[in-house]
């Protein structure tokens, strides 16, 4: 197989990030650049990495997917509250083969995507890292850093494959995992943790350390695996949820995604994060009572936050 | 049946002005003080109500429950977060026929105090008011007034009625109610909104306002329906919630007592607001999810407010 032709769209902390380490591995990486477009075309891309600082200073960036070539291998960091974007942003960077990856939160992204664009080779991208856009062109990566790649809808191993080694060759820990249970095992930690440090305003060493809130925390994973369990993803037990609960205990002090769009007055992804699930569990006969009223508490803070 | 002599034990909006309004009248009332003490016994007791104004020059004040007379009437408008004070505050007030009357929010208050005064006579008294002590001896009574005694433990009901009367002829609206039906009544709207315009620090006419806390406080209310109806009060269903919507979409928009606690610092009324009603239902075979996530942010919230 010839050297693959990437695509990033969203170039932020996630996409840009891992844009960059394939970028900087050599392979050929076209970044779609939104507000940073004249920054980064001056000035290049920088990454600030516990792994490494490393700078891209000539960075093939656009600013309208309509003058990218076409790409075998599509990343999408995008925000899923702009997801509706992709009906237009994808089509000029597409060819019969290409695989787009999702490197998002939630569930349901690709089940949209695929209605949209039906023949489309689709992956889910779940990453877990911390990182932050900090300043234009500038993206800092504070630890962790692996992703997982899930299969949707890609026919193609080979390229399935290809995709996993340039990320591996480009110092990335990167693994192939099972789409749905990939899905719905980072739900288990997203849907309390995003949505508890937003309505307590909080971060969750607070939230684990107050007994009440360990155990609505806890109940709530628990609601997460309930629905996983009822769609037929049976090897999540209440083991993992002991699993998250501890393994965040042994985290510094943390904010999610969603707390931070909600301290910089972003829309937050309330749809694909707890929307889209509660849905799926709901049509599976399983209530999820206590995410879906911290649905609607994220419902009414996100109406006079941006 | 002699004119009755009153105790008030907890002067405050709610105590304080039923109390000032059967002293008006020409009742024997005698009142326990906390801050107000010093102020009231020089200065007097004022109201100022949307029913008329008045003052009380000459008010029966009082700093310790030991130095006053027995009563036949006890109204506690104490705050629940105190309720343990009662069992110290109680004893010299009463006689072997007194009645005591707690006009407080929650559920199991009367089953508390009359596990700590086995051969008391208790009642409660679901108050029906906006009303605040502003400053020191005054307050204020914005609107409504009534007040509803639902009979717990009093054999006497000669005593029972003549409370009522004392009420009536004082220009209260006064009403006996079957005691578990008005509690848990009271609690339909109070659970739901008490802790919401805390948790969401808004008031009611926004949650109503945004259809996702709309739902939200629909499917509190009906937690609330359920658990009584689990615990054998059958005549509240489904039409009292939408009649509690209405009247609340109806009012001007409001703050309700624990928001007001929140506001000023203080304690939560959370344990009879919520922790034991919530107990009742969980023994009577009825999870409260969305009231119990409700409970666990309120106790978060509680535990670095004060």
Redesign the interface.
């Known amino acids: 197989m010839e050297k693959l032709k990437y695509a990033v769209v969203g170039t932020g902390a996630i996409g840009g990030f891992y844009g960059a380490k394939l970028a900087n591995a050599g392979n050929e990486v076209h970044f779609l650049m939104h507000s940073d477009y004249d920054y980064v075309r001056q000035r290049g891309l920088r990454v600030s990495s516990c792994d490494g600082d490393f700078t891209l200073p000539e960075v093939s960036a656009y600013s309208s997917t309509e003058d990218m070539p076409k790409a075998d291998v599509v990343l999408v960091g995008l925000k899923s509250t702009n997801q509706h974007l992709l009906r237009t942003l994808l089509p000029p960077l597409l060819h019969s083969d290409t695989l787009v990856i999702l490197i998002q939160n939630g569930i349901g992204l690709e089940a949209d995507v695929q209605e949209w664009f039906p023949g489309l080779a689709l992956a889910a991208g779940l990453a877990f890292i911390c990182s932050a856009k900090t300043d234009p062109g500038h993206i800092r990566h504070q630890c962790y850093g692996s992703i997982n790649l899930g299969n949707y809808s890609c026919s193609n191993d080979e390229l399935f494959q290809a995709v996993l080694r340039d990320f591996c060759l480009a110092g990335i820990d990167a693994h192939e995992v099972n789409y749905a249970e990939a899905r719905w095992r980072k739900a288990v930690w997203n849907m309390p943790f995003n949505g508890m440090t937003v309505?307590?305003q909080?971060q969750t060493d607070?939230?684990l350390g107050?007994p009440?809130?360990r155990?609505?925390i806890y109940?709530q994973m628990m609601e997460v695996i309930g629905a996983a369990n009822a769609l037929g993803i049976n090897n999540i037990d209440e083991s993992f949820a002991q699993k998250m609960m501890q393994m965040t205990d042994e985290m510094v002090p943390y904010s999610p995604s969603m707390r931070l769009d909600f301290d910089f007055h972003r829309p937050m992804e309330i749809h694909y994060i707890y929307t889209r699930p509660i849905a799926e569990a709901h049509a599976a006969g399983i209530p999820m009572?206590?995410l879906q009223?911290?649905?609607?508490?994220l419902?009414?803070?996100d109406?006079h936050n941006h």
């Open positions: 309505a307590l909080t607070r939230l107050n009440a809130t155990q609505l109940d009572p206590r009223m911290l649905e609607r508490e419902l009414f803070i109406s």
